[in-house]
Structure formats: C-alpha cells, structure tokens
T-cell receptor
Framework: NAGVTQTPKFRVLKTGQSMTLLCAQDMNHEYMYWYRQDPGMGLRLIHYSVGEGTTAKGEVPDGYNVSRLKKQNFLLGLESAAPSQTSVYFC?????????????FGPGTRLTVL | RKEVEQDPGPFNVPEGATVAFNCTYSNSASQSFFWYRQDCRKEPKLLMSVYSSGNEDGRFTAQLNRASQYISLLIRDSKLSDSATYLCVVNPGGATNKLIFGTGTLLAVQP
C-alpha cells in the first residue's frame, strides 16, 4: 500500500496563476484533510472532508477550494495564487469515527508563489 | 492564547541524555492526545498516543494531566536518530477526527 500520496512534490507559481494539488489514499479512509505548514505557525487546517462528495472549511480556507469526487482523492485548488500562499501543503487521511483519530500524512507539496 | 502550546526549543542534548518536552492545551473538553514526530522536510508521523494513566513505548514515556491540561513526553537514552521536531497534538472531539497541532519542539541530539 502506498498510503497517502501527493502530487506534485514541488511547484513554483507566479502571482495570479492557478493550480490543483492532488491527494490520493489507498487505505479506504473516510476522512481527508488539507493543511499548510509555515515556520512558527505549525500545521493549520485549510479544508477537510468527512466522506465522498462532502467538504468543509477549516481554520484558513480563504483563497482555496477543494473537491472530493471520489473517496480516495481530495483535490486542493488555488484559483489565483498569492505570495502569502507560499507554504508546504500536507494532505492527511483518517479512518471514520469510532477508532483512534490518528491521521496519516502524505509527503507534502512545497509551493512557492513569486 | 493558542489552543496547543509548546516550547519551540531547540533542545540540544548529548547522546544518552534524558530529555522532557511539555505541552499545554486550552480546551478542557479535548478527547484524545498524541505526540507526532516530524523529521526535517518530511511529513508528521504518529509517535504515540497519550493516555491518562501514562504510557511507555521503549525509551519514550508520555503522560497526561487532564486537571492541569498538560501533556509531557520523556525520552530516555537519547539517540542521534531522535533528532527531529516533536509535535503535541490534541483531538478536540466531534465527528470529524480533527486534530489541533502545536508548533513543535525541536530536538537536536549531539554526538
């Protein structure tokens, strides 16, 4: 099992460009999450999903959109990138409620917006 | 006040030393607690869960004090490979398995 995978691993954008980050998990997990990690700020939740076809806002959702059309995939979109969105983006997944709420992380995407 | 607070460090310790990290959380209704480990430029990975009775996994011991809203991690006989950032993590409860992450404590074990 690959666990949680993310593509791309690195990306450089110019201000105003758009892009989509893809997260895929092969553990049949119900819940998926997108975080950003910045120095001194820790991991902050952008959006999350509790099942196929559902999405919800996290702590810092502005400037991002998400979709979960298939259970195994969770997409994060930046419609018009800004330098403030330069960060490391992590996707995570978790089994449905009832078990330990452990989250399994992907390897991250390093995004630079110029 | 941050929901989860940790001393950012760095903690520089020699090999073989014992080191302790502390963490406080603000939401008294929090349900479960964890320590995650994050190596440089890598993703966070679960190190251990933290239970009220305290729990041990080899050289690592975690403690929870719900009355003081305080979590600790003790590492005995530090190894060079223990060098990493240790994240204190709290599950506030609810149906979404959301986790709140501290900013992490950096540990550097010196030869």
């Amino acid at each position: 099992n690959a666990g949680v995978t993310q593509t791309p691993k690195f990306r450089v954008l110019k201000t105003g460009q758009s892009m989509t980050l893809l997260c895929a998990q092969d553990m049949n997990h119900e819940y998926m999450y997108w975080y950003r990690q910045d120095p001194g700020m820790g991991l902050r939740l952008i959006h999350y999903s509790v099942g196929e076809g559902t999405t919800a806002k996290g702590e810092v959702p502005d400037g991002y959109n998400v979709s979960r059309l298939k259970k195994q995939n969770f997409l994060l979109g930046l419609e018009s990138a800004a330098p403030s969105q330069t960060s490391v983006y992590f996707c995570a997944s978790s089994p449905e409620r009832g078990g330990p709420p452990e989250q399994f992380f992907g390897p991250g995407t390093r995004l630079t917006v110029l | 006040r941050k929901e989860v607070e940790q001393d950012p460090g760095p903690f520089n310790v020699p090999e073989g030393a014992t080191v302790a990290f502390n963490c406080t959380y603000s939401n008294s209704a929090s349900q479960s607690f964890f320590w995650y480990r994050q190596d440089c430029r890598k993703e966070p990975k679960l190190l251990m869960s933290v239970y009220s009775s305290g729990n041990e996994d080899g050289r690592f011991t975690a403690q929870l004090n719900r009355a003081s809203q305080y979590i600790s991690l003790l590492i005995r006989d530090s190894k060079l490979s223990d060098s990493a950032t240790y994240l204190c993590v709290v599950n506030p409860g609810g149906a979404t398995n959301k986790l709140i992450f501290g900013t992490g404590t950096l540990l550097a074990v010196q030869p």
